[in-house]
């Protein structure tokens, strides 16, 4: 089973690309962030007509998360136990994270909070959300160690010092922190495996560029994107890759999709 995650960056301004890609991927399931609609802008025919079921959450012009599947999509879940609001004022549910059964195997879209500056709100939002995605996980692997989960998505954090071009730019900033790395690193412990690193090892290997200041000719990118996999699931990974082309041209997304291939 050919698994994939993307940050599009707005699928409605992708829609063609994401068409394309889908015709010549060969993925059996996609996993999206940051789809930038609400769930009566979102394109579903973009996928239906591909032959592929889609689930999505999206509340307006920010976040949002899908994943389409040509393999079988059941029990849908919007978000996870006990996720964090967000908001001073009138706290907020934001749509970052949604999960499916395809094939038997759980599969989640997540779009983490990017945490914005050290001292903002949005950071402690941040660390919050991963321990309480962190605490659900260890929970459903505690009780069903077997289980075949993978999750999907954009984590907005760089765990290695490899996975950024240059440690000194992130002095002082968010992605490295120590408390992120930490709070990623307690995501793993609860028993996944990040599945994609051995297949494209660093440094200089990364899966976002920013659009300003030409950060993808320079080469200086950010590995923020991942698939953590069960045990029972990692495995069985066989190949994976980070399509970097797709990153290249008019109108691509400022992340490339990270695929994995799965005996599952």
């Known amino acids: ?143 069903e160690p077997e289980k075949k989960l993978v999750l999907c998505g954009d984590f907005n954090v760089a765990p290695l010092d490899e996975d950024v071009w240059d440690m000194a730019e992130f002095d002082g900033a968010t992605h490295v922190s120590e408390a992120e790395r930490a709070a990623f690193d307690d995501l793993l412990g609860a028993g996944l495996s990040e599945v994609t690193r051995q297949f494209t090892p660093g440094p200089g290997v990364y899966t976002f560029w920013d659009y300003q200041k030409l950060r993808f000719p320079k080469k200086q990118g950010m590995r923020i994107d991942f698939q953590l996999a069960s045990q029972a699931l990692a495995k069985t990974a066989t190949a994976g890759e980070i399509d970097r082309e797709e990153r290249k041209g008019k109108g691509a997304s400022d992340h490339a999709p990270v695929i994995v291939d799965y005996d599952a």
């Open 1 to 143: 089973m050919r698994i994939a995650t993307w940050n599009v960056n707005s699928i409605r301004a992708r829609h063609d690309r994401i068409g394309a890609w889908l015709d010549r991927s060969d993925v059996d399931v996609l996993a999206i962030q940051e789809l930038k609609c609400k769930d009566s802008q979102f394109p579903e025919e973009l996928f239906t007509e591909r032959g592929y079921e889609v689930s999505y959450h999206g509340l307006n012009q920010w976040n949002g998360v899908a994943i389409a599947s040509r393999v079988g999509l059941a029990d849908t879940e919007i978000g996870f136990r006990d996720i964090p609001a967000f908001g001073a004022d009138d706290p907020v549910v934001e749509a970052r994270a949604l999960s499916v059964t395809c094939n038997d195997v759980r599969v989640y879209s997540l779009y983490v909070p990017n945490g914005r500056e050290l001292d903002h709100p949005h950071y402690g939002y941040k660390l919050e959300w991963y321990k309480a995605l962190t605490a659900d996980i260890a929970a459903q692997l505690s009780a």
